[in-house]
């Protein structure tokens, strides 16, 4: 666990077992993917906010981007009886497909997930489940992709770098590729890699990369904590023929992109993320309507686009992004 906030000492666990009444001492817990960038930290930090507000106790938990030790998570929790909603940020979500739709919902427990589809659905919630909060599905990336074309129209040759295999984005990103490539001939696809997300293991990767490309055009990282090593590899290398694309807009990537490091970036909303999570939950709660999917890529915050480069970037940073 990597921290436990209550809003209201006067929690009655159980409390909304019918899915109505206040939200006022309702018990939920985040269960985050993990908690080792700014990302993430900046999803727990704005979970704890938006639950005190809504006046509910929320417990969060590591899950160390390890789909076993999440799993032990959700079971331990289910266990004790305590909570009446879980907001999951899934490391694998089919790992985690049955206890949630089954063991979890079975109990009463409310189920709003968030990033991470659960059990292969794809923009909506699975069965049983209140909502899916997402914006890193195959459509985003597919939009990136476009957009990489349009900036580079002469096609050439390309790698991409993202998380870890078995995580939802890398495979979105997977699919994305298979779905877009081919409607270009003109480009080819030389590698797909994963790493932890960090800036040191992609540094390595994009070494190795660069090494063995000596006519590499383009590079595109799926999280900005991954990019800046992927900059450094290539600055140490003086590569600056290499362009590189970037998916996460943190402050790094918005510097990066005026500084003229990177071609672009796009936006991820970390707070929207967990806050549309928990607004389901409040939702159910009080026996109101819940959207299945909430679309991240048509929050109002967006000035009608999620691709940063130096042209816009002003329209974003009038929208008070980035928020990490």
Known sequence: MVVACSADDTTEAGASENGEGDTEGHKIAFFSAGASNNYLITGIEHAEVVAEEYGMDI????????????????????????????????????????????????????????????????????????????????????????????????????????????????????????????????????????????????????????????DLDVIFSNYSGMTSGIVEAAESMGRDDVKIFDFGGDEWAFNAVEEGKIQQTAVMLPKEEVERGIEALHLHFNGEDVPEFYDLLDEDILPGTIHVNKENIDEFREKGLPEY
């Open 59 to 214: 417990d969060v938990f590591d899950g160390q981007f390890d789909p076993l030790h999440q799993l032990n998570q959700i079971q331990n929790a289910i266990a004790t009886e305590e909570y009446d909603g879980f907001v999951v940020e899934a490391v694998d979500g089919n790992q985690v497909c049955d206890i949630l739709t089954n063991d979890a919902v079975d109990q009463g427990i409310a189920i709003s997930a968030i990033n991470i589809e659960l059990c292969g659905v794809e923009d909506t919630a699975a069965e049983g489940t209140l909502t899916f909060v997402g914006g890193q599905g195959v459509a985003a990336y597919q939009e990136i992709l476009q957009s990489i074309f349009k900036e580079v129209p002469d096609g050439g040759k390309m790698v991409a770098i993202g998380g870890p295999a078995t995580g939802t984005p890398y495979l979105n990103f997977e699919k994305a590729l298979e779905i877009e490539m081919p409607k270009k001939p003109e480009w080819e696809l030389v590698g797909l890699h994963s790493t932890d997300y960090t800036a040191n293991k992609a540094y390595q990767v994009a070494q190795n990369v660069l090494q063995a490309n000596s």
